[in-house]
Structure formats: structure tokens, C-alpha cells
């Protein structure tokens, strides 16, 4: 008998057990987020879930402050505890916070908690740099001679009919996660709902490779 998956494993994890599963996708959304924080230029930063570590070793030496949320006490976060957990001295200390495929890890019925602690933690102005697993088929490649890169996401229905032709109702997702977005239960509007309702005002989604990116402004 095949043994059951475990999927606490996750958040027991050492920075060199994460490191070791760094990839591609990984550094392409890194990217995305690093090229924001050189253009917003906060001092002060909160992650929540830091992984491997490598926004933060990138980013910290250009901030005042970057401190850590994890609930895996291993990765040593100034904050122990997930992005549910309110944390009162965080509260209104932050020029920008981070949750780089996170949420997709709690219920969807637990995202406006996620989102109002997100918020609360930081400064009027501040920003929020999100990104989430998107289910769908990607196609990426880059122009030879001017180095361009290009992206296209092959619409929801797409895949949607080839799991049905399948016989599945729904998308299949990662084990680790509890939803994802083009699951066929949540989609990117539902998302943007919880972000909006919790106070959040919606400057940029962009599509990259696996994830949707949000910045999100507080605006007060």
C-alpha cells in the first residue's frame, strides 16, 4: 500500500530543503518581485513564508528592516506563526509586505482573515506584492535576437474542456495547496474580490509563468 501523502511535511522544511527544490518558476515570479521593490524602494519590509530565502537575501541589504512571518520555526521568522496569525507589533510598521504563493496554502474561506493582516501590517501607502498558483497552460519563449520575452496563457476553457473529455470534473492542483486559482472552484475575480473587500486597492495583475501577481496599494 502506497503511503499516505503528507501534507504538514511542507511547513517543516529547512532553508536547504527549499533550496534544494528552487527552480525556474521560482525565479521567474523572484523576478517580477524583486524589479517592484527596486521601483517602489521601501524601507521596510515584511515577508510572510520566505522559503529558500533568496527575495530577502537579494532585497535586505537596500532595507532599513525585512523581517520574516513563518509558522515553520526552523526557517528562525522575527514572527512565528501563518499569514492568519495577527501579529500587534507588525501592525502599521510596513513600507511593503510579500506573499509569494501562500495563500493558495490556508482554506479560501480563511483569504479575508489573510488579507486583513496583510493589510493591517502595513503603512498608509504601503504595498502588497501577491502572487498565486493560476491553473492553465502557459506557452513562453523568447525572441532571439532582442531577448523579449513573451507569454501566453491559453484560456480557462481550454483546459477545463480537456479535464471534462477526461472524465474530471475539476482541475488537479498541487497536493501542498488547498486551492488554486482555474481550480474550477476560484477564479482570479474571486480573488480580486477578498482583496478589494478587505481594503486593498488593485494597481497591477500581471499573468507569469504559474502565477498570477497582484501589487495592491493600501491606500490609508
Known sequence: MAEAYDKQKQFTLTQQEFFDKLDFFNWYRYFAIIKTLSTLKPKTVLEVGPGEGA?????????????????????????????????????????????????????????????????????PGGHALITIPHRAWFFFWLAWVTYTQHLWRAPQWVRDFY?????????????????????????????ERVMKNAGFEVIKREALLYVDYWVLKNPN
Open 163 to 191: 479535464q471534462r473529455a477526461r472524465g474530471n470534473r475539476h482541475n488537479p492542483i498541487d497536493l501542498d495547496h488547498q486551492w488554486e486559482i482555474g481550480d474550477g472552484y476560484f477564479t482570479t475575480e474571486d480573488v
Open 55 to 123: 527575495i530577502k537575501r537579494l532585497f535586505e541589504p537596500y532595507a532599513e528592516r525585512y523581517a520574516i512571518i513563518d509558522v515553520n520555526p526552523r526557517l528562525t521568522p522575527d514572527f512565528v506563526g501563518d499569514v492568519r496569525t495577527r501579529f500587534k507589533e507588525a501592525e502599521h510598521n510596513f513600507d511593503a509586505v510579500i506573499a509569494a504563493d501562500i495563500l493558495e496554502h490556508i482554506p479560501f474561506k480563511d483569504l479575508p482573515t489573510a488579507f486583513d493582516n496583510l493589510k493591517n501590517y502595513l503603512r
